[in-house]
Every structure is written in structure tokens, then in C-alpha cells.
T-cell receptor, first 117, second 115 residues
């Protein structure tokens, strides 16, 4: 149990276009999800906390107008990179906290590789 | 603010040798500590976690870690590494409201295994 999926796994887009990444909790509900960004050979940096039914909370330095987050349901959060530029190319990973016996454990999606040309 | 330091960026060990990956954390309260492994281009897999209780925790794939409050450390160990253990390893501390922990990650340690 506690599986998180992401779609797409890879996306290539032209500069100036928008890209949507989906994060789904497949077998559990998540009122909160987290979005991380990982540049090559670097660690994961938290971008924002996605909250079902309310606005996302962004970390300092993350542009909320560029990285739009929508937590549409208890199993789906989306990250839209608007007007993407090459510097937005990165590996984006989402996570969701488990419940019950794994209340304090995060379950990670497999990640989405974004390449902006 | 919470922080995690992994002093070793890259470690190389021979197959069959023992391994210890270092992790130091900074957190004002009792930490929730995690070790994750990431293969190239993949997501993160949880190796083990510490919330409370026994300070020596066992994880998957033969890994263990010991929480030492006095040293603010949570080092990962394995008595005998396998070639398949080559990957990136991340230590993380959970920060935030219980049940909705956002994680602060260390810089990662890349493990290379010599045959």
C-alpha cells in the first residue's frame, strides 16, 4: 500500500510553454502533498506544500505565479510550470504522508524529468 | 531551522566491505529521521526511519542506522556491501506538524562500489 504515482515520467517542451505534472496517491488519501525539485547531482529542495481545499504554501524563493499548484481532490495534486524556460529543467518529485501506522512517513512518487528546450 | 549535513559527497568501497555513511542534523526537538536511497533517474526508496524508542534501527536491504542524540548524528551502516548498493543516499529530517512532515534533505552521498 501507500503508492504515489506521477505523470508524465518525462516531458520535453519548448521555452515559453506550460507543463502540467500530476501526482496521485493511489491507495490512500492525502490532504497534504509536497513538491520537491532536484537539479542534477544535487539534493531535493522543497518547493511547496499542496493543501487540499486551500492554497498551497510556497517555500521562500519559489515563484508562486510560475509554479501553480492545485490540490483538486484527496488523491490528486498538480504542479503546472508556466512559461517554462531552460532553467526550469529539473527532476520534480512529489510526496504524500501516509496515514495510520505510517503516519509520519512520506511516500514518494517516481519523479518527472522536465526538459525545456 | 532544521538542517542536515552529509559530510561525504562521494564514497567508494569494495564489494563485501563494510560501509558507514555519516549524517548530522540540527533540530530543536526530537527529530524524525530518515535514510533514503535513489538510483539514477529514479524516485526515492525509504531504507529506514527513526521516530523514538530503540536508537538502533534496522532497515531494508541489510542496512541499519544508529541515532545518537549527544552527537546529533544518524549514521547509516551496512556490514557487507553489494554491487547493487551503488546509488545516491540521502539523510533527511522531518519538520512540521506530526502526520504532515515536510522533509529537509542532506546534500546526499554518492556510493560507488568497486568489484
Amino acid at each position: 500500500g501507500a503508492v504515489v504515482s506521477q505523470h508524465p515520467s518525462r516531458v520535453i517542451c519548448k521555452s515559453g510553454t506550460s507543463v502540467k505534472i500530476e501526482c496521485r496517491s493511489l491507495d490512500f488519501q492525502a490532504t497534504t502533498m509536497f513538491w520537491y525539485r532536484q537539479f542534477p547531482k544535487q539534493s531535493l529542495m522543497l518547493m511547496a506544500t499542496s493543501n487540499e481545499g486551500s492554497k498551497a504554501t510556497y517555500e521562500q524563493g519559489v515563484e508562486k505565479d510560475k509554479f501553480l499548484i492545485n490540490h483538486a481532490s484527496l488523491t490528486l495534486s498538480t504542479l503546472t510550470v508556466t512559461s517554462a524556460h531552460p532553467e526550469d529543467s529539473s527532476f520534480y518529485i512529489c510526496s504524500a504522508p501516509g496515514g495510520g501506522s505510517v503516519l509520519n512517513e512520506q511516500f514518494f512518487g517516481p519523479g518527472t524529468r522536465l526538459t525545456v528546450l | 531551522a532544521q538542517s542536515v549535513t552529509q559530510p561525504d559527497i562521494h564514497i567508494t568501497v569494495s564489494e563485501g566491505a563494510s560501509l558507514e555513511l555519516r549524517c548530522n542534523y540540527s533540530y530543536g526537538a526530537t527529530p524524525y529521521l530518515f535514510w533514503y536511497v535513489q538510483s539514477p533517474g529514479q524516485g526515492l526508496q525509504l531504507l529506514l526511519k527513526y521516530f523514538s524508542g530503540d536508537t538502533l534501527v534496522q532497515g531494508i536491504k541489510g542496512f541499519e542506522a544508529e541515532f545518537k542524540r549527544s552527537q546529533s548524528s544518524f549514521n547509516l551502516r551496512k556490514p557487507s556491501v553489494h554491487w547493487s548498493d551503488a546509488a545516491e543516499y540521502f539523510c533527511a529530517v522531518g519538520a512540521g506538524v506530526q502526520g504532515a512532515q515536510k522533509l529537509v534533505f542532506g546534500q546526499g552521498t554518492r556510493l560507488t562500489i568497486n568489484p
